[in-house]
């Protein structure tokens, strides 16, 4: 079974507030993601990295930043949260394959409320 | 624009029923595709697929690809009330970027 987690599960704060998201995975894998899934809808990607120093913004425009200083390590940062960033926001890896032919292994993601 | 396509949306059906889930795409550059689970909380892996007309199976669960009409099933037999859950459809494409559908909110009866 993968091992990724994702701190915090639940997440309630004020607008403006500066946040991180924090996703990490012991599975060694090089390439991470994030995803923001509002309620009933689709998975959109956000940020990906395939591996340390390496990070690319997704399909959806997103206000976040990513940094991958560590392998294990994909933290996600909004400096000042605002209500429309309301939504789940879920963490992946990937294990090393041939390429194009790779799994995804999410964490159990973070549901954010801005109020 | 590269899209992936799930139907239905939503489907209820009783318990032991079978059930075929549908997910078409129009993308360049398709390199697998890929269904998962997803309950509560976050996805979890069911089947990648890469290529045409080979079924993969777990369990009571199968899957087929069939890449010239840019389509995959997922069906579900002998449906039990732990099937309940959102299913998604997720396309890979060249740069390892992931498309991912709507979703089919499968819901059993008992």
């Known amino acids: 079974e993968a091992d990724i987690y994702q701190t915090p599960r639940y997440l309630v704060i004020g607008t403006g507030k500066k946040i991180t998201l924090e996703c990490s995975q012991t599975?060694?894998?090089?390439?991470m993601y994030w995803y923001q899934q509002d309620p009933g809808m689709e998975l959109h990607l956000i940020h990906y990295?395939?591996?340390?120093?390496?990070?690319e913004k997704g399909d959806l425009s997103s206000e976040s930043t990513v940094s991958r200083i560590r392998t294990e390590h994909f933290p996600l940062t909004l400096e000042s949260a605002r209500p429309s960033h309301t939504s789940q926001y879920l963490c992946?890896?990937?294990?090393?394959?041939?390429?194009?032919?790779?799994?995804?292994?999410f964490g159990p993601g973070t549901r954010l409320l801005v109020l | 624009e590269d899209k992936v396509v799930q139907s239905p949306l939503s489907l209820v059906v009783h318990e032991g029923d079978t059930v075929t889930l549908n997910c078409s795409y129009e993308?360049?550059?398709?390199?697998?595709l890929l269904w998962y689970k997803q309950e509560k909380k976050a996805p979890t892996f069911l089947f990648m697929l890469?290529?045409?007309?080979i079924e993969k199976k777990s369990g009571r669960l199968s899957s087929i690809l069939d890449k010239k009409e840019l389509f995959s099933i997922l069906n579900i037999t002998a449906t039990q009330t732990g099937d309940s859950a959102i299913y998604l459809c997720?396309?890979?494409?060249?740069?390892?970027?992931?498309?991912f559908g709507k979703g089919t909110r499968l819901h059993i009866l008992p």
């Open positions: 992946a890896s990937s294990e090393p394959g041939t390429t194009y032919q790779e799994t995804q292994y």
């Open positions: 599975m060694g894998h090089d390439k």
């Open positions: 990295s395939y591996g340390v120093n390496s990070t």
């Open positions: 993308v360049t550059n398709f390199r697998s």
């Open positions: 890469t290529s045409s007309g």
């Open positions: 997720a396309v890979v494409v060249e740069g390892d970027k992931i498309i």
